[in-house]
């Protein structure tokens, strides 16, 4: 999400590579628009990039913040050492570049190449994705859903174009469900699909069960 504040900074790093800090400590349900009001509170100026830390597309309370300049680097880590966030303790240090979503996998065609190659693995900065925003996990599934029955069961919303908007992802260690990434076309969509799934119920009769679907879109 652009701001005025990482609008400027951006244009200050234009022909520059910038530095990162990395923050930890973070509720997991932080969102890179808290975290540039929290940076601003401190007085952090020349903020060019938020990135959240997903692991298997679950926040781990890490977030990436790009700085336009060495001095603008220094002042974060100060500031932003030992901080009071909605009861928990955010800390600060240096970090190299944060690993993002392959160049390949942007766009219609890199969104199909990293649906057939597996690269989706929903680790690191943004989860290694580059529709944030605009994509909702699905949790909670029937182990053996396909990506068709999941397309029928998402009648009625907008995806994203293309033919590899559903991505089943590879399941959890000692878990019986599945989880699948949706790329909608829109942030609102995206934002309906939550309200309307989230913490709803999945009836799958001919497998004697109902599941408990969890929806959360990847900021």
Known sequence: MSTPLVNAAKAAT????????????????????????????????????????????????RAYVSLASQESQRFALKAMRNVTFFTKTVTSSETPAPEGPPPRTRGVKGREFAATRGVVTGSGERGGIWETERSVILAGLPGKINVNEVRGMLKGYKLASGTSQIVKLDRIEDSVCSRVLVRLNSVSEAHRLVRNIHMTYMNQSHLGSEYLVHARIVL
């Open 14 to 61: 234009k022909g520059n590579s910038p530095l990162h800090i990395r923050l930890s400590g973070l509720p997991q349900t932080t969102t890179p628009a808290d975290i540039q009001r929290l940076l601003r509170r401190h007085k952090v100026e020349h903020v060019s990039d938020v990135g959240l830390d997903y692991r298997r597309f679950w926040p781990t309370g």
